[in-house]
């Protein structure tokens, strides 16, 4: 089995960063994408973005200009950097990673942004 350890939320005021890490380790066969998705209160779960093993990537128009997502091969790791965070931004981040035909969602991360 896959293990995902997120890390890197929390609380900031609308303007501010916040970067998001998830670190995969187990049964590594191949990753062949990796994802951040969020939910908000009282909506559903969407993707915020995506890469994929040939390091093509896409973003939710949302986040489009404001958030960027990289992955450290070597080291299993995905990242989100999010800058200039909106309140709209507010909820639990999941992390999910696509290795061989299985998929494995991390526990979540809140992140707050207050205005």
């Known amino acids: 089995q896959v293990q995902l350890v997120e890390s890197g939320g929390g609380l900031v005021q609308a303007g501010g960063s916040l970067r998001l890490s998830c670190a995969a380790s187990g049964n590594i066969l191949r990753i062949l994408r990796m994802a951040w998705y969020r939910q908000a209160p009282g909506k559903q779960r969407e993707l915020v973005a995506a890469v994929t093993a040939g390091g093509s990537t896409n973003y939710a128009d949302s986040v489009q200009g404001r958030f960027t997502i990289s992955r450290d091969s070597a080291k299993n790791t995905v990242y989100l950097q999010m800058n200039n965070l909106k309140t709209e931004d507010t909820g639990v981040y999941s992390c999910?990673?696509?290795?061989?035909?299985?998929?494995?969602w991390g526990q979540g991360t809140q992140v707050t942004v207050s205005s």
């Open positions: 999910y990673v696509l290795n061989g035909f299985e998929g494995v």
